[in-house]
């Protein structure tokens, strides 16, 4: 989608190897932000096919989400400081 192609749930999850049902809600959060726009549909096999594309102008942004294939990475815990035991002196 980089391109600036369209694409269906269904597409996106394809290319990404991933479960529709994760894909097709991550685009319905994207759509409702904003970030995606819905670029039409057709019907397929009595299902309705929506398809998408980017509606982030600056390359930046669309970079970003392109790059997330991997997982985030977890921020490293801040180290706790060791405890002194007390002296029976």
Known sequence: ??????ASPCE????LGEKISNVAYHVRVLAESGALKP???KQVRG??????RWSLKPKWARDMLDESDEPPKKPKKPKKPKKRGKRGD
């Open 47 to 52: 299902a309705r096919k929506h398809f998408y």
């Open 1 to 6: 989608m980089s391109d600036g192609r369209k």
């Open 39 to 41: 670029v039409g549909s």
């Open 12 to 15: 996106m999850a394809e290319e």
